[in-house]
């Protein structure tokens, strides 16, 4: 049975820095990522890590957020730097392997002016 936790999510000040979280159990996936979804908008990529460690993220946070991922553990982090308004959203784990795909339950992410 595959599991996902999320955690690290909060309210933080523009400008300010976050620290996202996914510990995943159940199997290994090749691929673990972030997307998000703003009230009243689709869900989004926010950042995407295979294993062999190649990363592609959105456009919107090129520059400010760094995905890693520590295989042994096999679980999945998301820095989020420089935060915005915009970037308030909920924050969904995504990991994709053999077995199929699966999402978290998601964390809020919230920025203030």
């Known amino acids: 049975q595959v599991q996902l936790a999320e955690s690290g999510g909060g309210l933080v000040q523009s400008g300010g820095s976050l620290r996202l979280s996914c510990a995943a159990s159940?199997?290994?996936?090749?691929?673990m990522g972030w997307y998000r979804q703003a009230p009243g908008k689709q869900r989004e990529l926010v950042a995407v890590i295979v294993s062999g460690g190649r990363s592609t993220y959105g456009d919107p946070v090129k520059g400010r957020f760094t995905i890693s991922r520590d295989n042994a553990q096999n679980m999945v982090y998301l820095q989020m730097s420089n935060l915005k308004p915009d970037d308030t959203a909920v924050y969904y784990c995504?990991?994709?392997?053999?077995?199929?795909?699966?999402w978290g339950q998601g964390t809020q992410v919230t920025v203030s002016p």
């Open positions: 995504h990991v994709a392997g053999l077995g199929g795909n699966y």
């Open positions: 159940g199997s290994i996936f090749r691929v």
